[in-house]
């Protein structure tokens, strides 16, 4: 039940990065870039710039911030799932010289409301 509560909230948190994003003009490449080592959430796109957004959702901050859930080892990963979606997808190796390792992280209230979401640009590389 947890593992499907988690991955509910987890696209939950991925459909409003998105709409985030989108209405700060980036451009969605994927969502929910897989590999058996790993995930990133979403690949965008904005003033040629490709970014691997890592994204955060919590409800309520009183047991932490979801900003404090991006530690050491998940910017590794996403770093290291980043490396592999370059290799895998060469052509946008070819169009994109600079690439950002970026998160959204989003607070809900216990109404399902938004009570703040952050971009934080340029965290990993």
Do not use: H, W
């Amino acid at each position: 039940m947890t593992k499907v509560f988690n991955r509910k909230k987890g696209s939950e948190g991925e459909e409003i990065a998105a709409k985030f994003l989108t209405d700060k003009g980036f451009k969605i490449i994927e969502k929910n870039y897989s590999t058996k080592f790993g995930e990133i959430d979403l690949v965008v796109t904005k003033d040629n710039v490709l970014r691997f957004i890592e994204v955060k959702l919590k409800k309520g901050d009183f047991y932490g911030t979801p900003e404090e859930m991006i530690g050491a080892s998940k910017l590794s990963q996403v770093t290291r799932m980043s490396e592999f979606y370059l290799m895998e997808k060469p052509e946008m190796a070819k169009v994109y010289d600079t690439y950002s390792i970026d998160a959204v992280c989003i607070v809900i209230n216990e109404n399902e409301e938004i009570e703040r979401i952050n971009l934080y640009e340029n965290i990993g590389f």
